[in-house]
């Protein structure tokens, strides 16, 4: 089990995705939000910004590595050594080591 971040400790986000077109123009007809909170020791905003000045990728995959990376890592990391993740582990330790050089 994942041991929590104390509240003194962490920042806050809420992640929210709508649906918003489809492949053909059309307005999709479900109003379906998913959305979810989460909580993580490093400034967000300060990770993308790092990732915009420090890269070539522009502001919106800057914004999308960042959110990417801080979910999937922080999953990870609670469930590596379940199989899923297991083989992965390795390979995206030494990613991010390597990201964070930048």
Do not use: W
């Amino acid at each position: 089990m994942k041991k929590e971040l104390s509240i003194k400790k962490r920042h806050s986000y809420k992640v929210t995705i709508q649906h918003t077109g489809n492949p053909d123009g059309s307005i999709p007809a479900d109003d379906v939000l998913c959305e979810f909170d989460f909580f993580s020791h490093d400034d967000l905003f300060a990770i993308m910004e790092k990732l915009r000045c420090s890269t070539d990728l522009d502001t919106a995959s800057a914004t999308h590595l960042g959110l990417a990376v801080k979910l999937f890592g922080g999953v990870m990391l609670q469930y590596r050594t379940e199989e899923l993740f297991r083989n992965i582990y390795p390979y995206f330790s030494e990613f991010m080591k390597k990201l964070k050089k930048q």
